[in-house]
C-alpha cells in the first residue's frame, strides 16, 4: 500500500499559443498507507488532474508529487498502480478471463490463473469468464474493470468516476460491492466523484474543492463505521452530512 504526498502543486496546460489554463493552484495533500480518499468538486475543478498527476501521467508545473517518497512513474514501472475509469475499457473482442490476463501480458508476465480466478470470484462474475463485454450488464462490465485493475496487487488505486454512466440502482449496489472489495484488499484509494452520497459512503475522508483553479476547501472525516451499510444510508447523521456538503459544493457570491 502507498502513501502519497502533494506538495505546493501546481498544474497549468496551454490550450493556444497565447492562452493557459491553471487547472490546480498550491495543492498540499497527504493520503495515509491504506486510506480510501474521495474527490468532490464541480466540473473542471482539477480532480482528475490529481489522479493523472499521482498516477505519473502527467507532471505538475510546480511542486512535487511522491509515492512512498518516489516519483509516481517508480509505481507505474514496477505495475503497482491500478485505475479504472468511467468507460470499463474492456477490449471487446476479449472474454472476462482474457481482459484480466492483459495486464499481466502488458507486464510481461505469465497470467496467474488462479490469481485471475480469485478476483473474478472477488468481484462476483465467477461463472462469466468466458462472457465477452457486450454480453454483460453495465455494473458487471464495471466490476470487471475493478478486478483488471487489481491484478497486478497494485499498491495504489486509482477511480475516476467509475460508475458515473450506471442507474442510480446499479450503482447503489457497486458501491456495497466496492466497499466489500477493499475491505478485504485495504488499498490506498483516490475515487474522484460527483456524487456527494457516493463520496461518504465510501471514503474514510472527503475532500472538497473549489472551482477552477483547484484548491482544497474543506476536509472531512466520515464518522461511520465500517462496514457502511444501506442502512447507514438511512441514518439522520448520513443525511445531515450529505446535505452540509452538498452546501460545500454550491458557488459562493
Given amino acids: 500500500m502507498a502513501t502519497i504526498q502533494l506538495t505546493n502543486v501546481s498544474k497549468e496546460f496551454r490550450l493556444a499559443r497565447d492562452k493557459r489554463v491553471l ?5 498540499d495533500l497527504t493520503i495515509a498507507e491504506g486510506e480510501f480518499i474521495a474527490l468532490l468538486g464541480p466540473s473542471g475543478c482539477g480532480k482528475s488532474t490529481i ?6 501521467l502527467d ?9 512512498d517518497g518516489l516519483p509516481p512513474k517508480d509505481l507505474q ?21 482474457a481482459n484480466l490476463e492483459l495486464p499481466f501480458q502488458i507486464a510481461g508476465r505469465t497470467p496467474d490463473r488462479a490469481h485471475i480466478a480469485g478476483l473474478i470470484e472477488l468481484v462476483g462474475l465467477k461463472g462469466f469468464e468466458t462472457a465477452r463485454p457486450s454480453q454483460l450488464s453495465g455494473g458487471m462490465r464495471q466490476r470487471a474493470s475493478i478486478a483488471r ?22 450503482r447503489r449496489f457497486m458501491n456495497l460491492e466496492l466497499q466489500r472489495i477493499w475491505q478485504q484488499k485495504r488499498i490506498t484509494t ?3 466523484t460527483h456524487t456527494v452520497e457516493e463520496a461518504i ?3 474514510d475522508r472527503v475532500l472538497v474543492m473549489s472551482g477552477r483553479p483547484g484548491r482544497i476547501l474543506r476536509e472531512v472525516t466520515v464518522p461511520f463505521p465500517r462496514p457502511r451499510t444501506v442502512e447507514t444510508m438511512r441514518l439522520e447523521a448520513f443525511h445531515h452530512l450529505v446535505d452540509n456538503l452538498t452546501l460545500s459544493l454550491e458557488p459562493s457570491d
Avoid at 489522479?51 to 505519473?56: F, Y
Avoid at 507532471?59 to 509515492?67: A, D, I, K, W
Fill in 23 to 27: 487547472a490546480l493552484s498550491a495543492m
Fill in 51 to 56: 489522479l493523472h498527476l499521482v498516477a505519473g
Fill in 59 to 67: 507532471e505538475p508545473s510546480t511542486g512535487t508529487v511522491l509515492v
Fill in 77 to 97: 514501472a514496477k505495475q503497482q498502480l491500478g485505475i479504472a475509469f468511467q468507460e470499463h475499457a474492456l477490449l471487446p473482442w476479449r472474454t472476462v478471463e
Fill in 149 to 170: 485493475a487489481l491484478c497486478l496487487d497494485p499498491k495504489l488505486l486509482l477511480l475516476d468516476e467509475p460508475f458515473g454512466a450506471l442507474d442510480a440502482v446499479t
Fill in 190 to 192: 483516490i475515487l474522484v
Fill in 201 to 203: 459512503f465510501l471514503a
